[in-house]
């Protein structure tokens, strides 16, 4: 990839945004001074709407892949189908090439967006339930698989990110894989800083809440 950090960045995010598969272990990696605060301004700004697209994009699929769903094999297939993507958007937040703040600050992102992501399908599954007049037991049982099959489980110490991306793991299960290391960006000259990182939750990256309709828990 040719170009200057920035420009290689800059093109990577553009592709990612639409496709979170894009392979982005060959961007340089960024130190605080590697960039003018402007050009980081900017850089910010295009990860912004990188992870919005991205974001918007997996709403609308998940709309579709849970609203398909007419049993309980097909709620686990959408749910950890739908979980690579978020473990896209981890990966991203993870990259060694990034400064540790900009991590930092990505991370915070991710949680919020991901918790919340899952909370929502809970919630769908419960408000179903009470309308179209499910049995306790009905619900709790559908609960217990979009929680087996929970999209948060990509944000849990040891989980193996990489195996999961490469398609080795099934619903649910993370057995007889080894944990993702810790990324780390190499260091930059003593003191330095990334100018104002990535803005935090409520402060940048936009928040939208999923709604996925009428769709009826299977029975």
């Known amino acids: 990839m040719s170009g200057s950090p920035y420009e290689q960045w800059v093109i990577a995010l553009r592709q990612w945004q639409h496709d979170p598969a894009t392979d982005l272990r060959s961007l340089p990696a960024l130190r605080a001074d590697s960039l003018p605060p402007d050009a980081y301004q900017r850089l910010f700004a295009h990860m912004r709407t ?31 189908g739908l979980r690579v993507r978020l473990a896209r958007r981890v990966q991203l937040a993870e990259h060694p090439g990034l400064p540790a703040e900009v991590r930092a600050e990505l991370a915070k992102g991710v949680e919020a967006d991901v918790n919340a992501l899952q ?4 919630e769908l599954v419960t408000a179903s339930a009470d309308r179209y007049g499910s049995d306790r037991t009905h619900t709790e049982h559908m609960l217990r698989i979009v929680r087996q099959n929970r999209f ?57 809440r999923v709604f996925l309709g009428d769709n009826r828990p299977p029975v």
Not at 189 to 198: D, F, I, R, S
């Open 152 to 208: 948060t489980v990509v944000l849990e110490p040891g989980f193996p990110l990489e195996a999961l991306l490469a398609g080795q793991t099934g619903f649910g299960s993370t057995a007889g894989f080894a944990a993702r290391g810790s990324a780390h960006a190499p260091p930059g000259p003593a003191g330095a800083a990334v100018p104002q990182p990535v803005p935090t939750s409520g402060a940048g990256f936009v928040r939208r």
């Open 119 to 122: 909370a929502q399908v809970e």
């Open 50 to 80: 990188a992870v919005d697209t991205m974001m918007l994009e997996f709403s609308q699929l998940l709309v579709r892949d849970i609203g398909a769903a007419r049993s309980e094999h097909d709620y686990a297939r959408a749910m950890v």
